[in-house]
């Protein structure tokens, strides 16, 4: 097949992650006889630099008419001045919500060979596999904010269909899974989570009675994330308990920089990113991990391609690179690990 990617580098490490994934999609171009075009736009604070603005019209005009959008992460301190009229995570928000991507995909599966670099007894991470699903264009980061000199309000917003459609696309991928769903909310204090309750209460009943349904309040879910990780197949949640639970979550597989994501709407265009950010401390080193990105690009491939054999050969690759201990500083003992390059011509090689 043809498919248009739109690649979205960003700042700090995005642009070193990117170069080091666009490789591994042009290995599967040429093994399964694909093409794929790459066109690059920018977003974030290079965006503001060239452009004044943090999503410029044609960068959203650009993904509007792609297949997919591969994206590497946005911010740094050049752009982090409080008083800053525009922020560059504001053009990561415009484009989400723009592009109508309200399912944030973000699976948790602890590597065999990487278990040690996690914190938690590996006991405990034997057989974890768990999908969070983050609400991603609603609530808090999108609500109305006011700011005076001595006080400053975010909004908390959201609708019945906003939360029904997350709950349905969770609800979906734990039929295909364990059949397992987790609503995590803070009904005992919040008002929203108390309408999420209840419309994840009847939408389970309704249309999903074959798929257990089990709420959790976020507080005691970020412990038995980290007690009990077995015990948890799918999870949906707000986007920022969301965001905050993911974080989390990545210590389970050993590193943030394992961590893939998927961003879909309604159509088959999606944003596809590691869910972590720019690491400013660590820019231009060209030490970062690429495995998160590389993993976003078979999500890429298997949610808006439709390339489930490909998808699975690139997981397949990373995988046996990490069984042979190709790891980059955040996994290896101290004072080692391979270069950003060197960990993506390891996934290169093996889908050859
Ligand atoms: C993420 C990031 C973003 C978010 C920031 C950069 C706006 O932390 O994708 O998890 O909070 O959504
Ligand atoms: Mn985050």
Redesign the pocket.
Known sequence: MHADIVVLPGDGIGPEIVAATLPVLEAVASRFGHRFSFAEHDIGGIAIDRHGEPLPAETLEAARKADAVLLG???GPKWSDPSAKVRP?QG??AIRKALGLFANLRPVRPHPAALGASPIKSELLQGVDIMVVRE?TGGI?FGDKTRTDTEATDLCRYSVVEIERVVRSAAALARGRRGHLTSVDKANVLETSRLWRDVATRVMREEFPDVTLEHQLVDSMAMHLLSRPRAYDVIVTENMFG?IL??EASMLAGSLGLLA?ASLGAGRVGIY?P?H?SAPDIAGKGIANPYATILSAAMLLRHSLRLEAEAAAVEAAVSSALDAKVFTADLAAAGQGVDTRSAAQAVVERLA
Request: glycine share 14%; proline share 0%.
């Open positions: 992460a946005v911010g995570e990561l928000l991603l980061y965001d993911t974080d994501s990113e869910i950010g």
